[in-house]
Structures are given as C-alpha cells and as structure tokens.
Nanobody, 127 residues
C-alpha cells in the first residue's frame, strides 16, 4: 500500500509562513520523486515544486521561486514544503505526490506523471 498524509495547512496573513508535511507509508520516499501541487477554485492544478534524486535538483514554479523550499527527511520518510512570504494568490488546496524515481519528471512536474497522492490540505492567505 502506498499512502501520503499531508498536514500543516491553515490560515495565515500575507507575508506569513507555513510548512507543509507529507508523511509517506508503504514505500520508501527516497526512491521516489516528490511533487507539490496546488489547486485554487476555478483554476487548474499547478505544479509548484518538485524534487527527484534522478534529476539531483529542485524545481520551483516562477510564482513561488525564492519563497518556497522543498525538502525531504529520509529518516522520517517525510517530505516538506516550506512556504515563506505568502501571498493571497497562494491560497489553494495543496497536494503532495510521489512517483518512483524517473528522470525528467520534475522538468516541470506534471500531475499525470505522479502515481500516489495525498488528501490535500487547505492553505488560506488573507488579511
């Protein structure tokens, strides 16, 4: 069984920070590429960050570059998305996703390439 459980969402004022966590079970996360996606009402799902050891680099969308940081703790089998300087346009449901490591999956991340998904966590940025 493959399972991803997300946590860390909530409400924050513009300029604030949140850290999303994605705990994996049923598989070893270090063998998988990790993607973070978000979807706001009325908008398409957007890949905002991704990391794959096959690529040996992290991807960030232009809208979050310089503000978000993806990381992974292999000992805890958990991935993270640190979100700083949050803006109202960051408001969305955020999803973590994983796929067995594959070259170029993060260039850029595409939702259809990821086989395991978390349940989503709401992030709301408002004043």
């Amino acid at each position: 069984q493959l399972q991803l459980v997300e946590s860390g969402g909530g409400s924050v004022q513009p300029g604030g920070s949140l850290r999303l966590s994605c705990a994996a079970s049923g598989f070893t996360l270090d063998y998988f590429a990790i993607g973070w996606f978000r979807q706001a009402p009325g908008k398409e799902r957007e890949g905002v960050s991704c990391f794959s050891s096959s690529d040996d680099s992290a991807y960030y969308s232009d809208s979050v570059k310089g503000r978000f940081t993806i990381s992974r703790d292999n000992a805890k089998n958990t991935a993270y998305l640190q979100m700083n300087s949050l803006k109202p346009e960051d408001t969305a449901v955020y999803y973590c996703a994983a796929v067995f490591k594959s070259a170029f999956v993060c260039r850029p991340p595409r939702a259809g390439a990821f086989s395991s998904w978390g349940q989503g966590t709401q992030v709301t940025v408002s004043s």
